[in-house]
């Protein structure tokens, strides 16, 4: 499956740290925090994520 360069070290991130916020990983990826949005939910579409509850 291929992953952007930006979903990879956003799912890596989530991987060592699940508690991490959308501000979080858009801050150490110099992005917005709505574009992590649209990161997560490419994850998530493609099942490498779970959605919590």
């Known amino acids: 499956m291929k ?5 990879r ?3 890596s991130l989530l991987v ?4 991490l916020t959308n ?3 858009s801050e ?3 992005i917005t925090s709505q574009g992590v949005s649209k990161i997560i939910k490419s994850l998530l579409l493609k ?3 779970k959605a919590r509850n």
């Open 16 to 19: 060592q740290n699940p508690d």
């Open 23 to 25: 501000n979080d990983i």
């Open 9 to 11: 070290f956003t799912l």
């Open 28 to 30: 150490s990826l110099e």
């Open 3 to 7: 992953l952007s360069p930006n979903e």
């Open 47 to 49: 099942g490498l994520l």
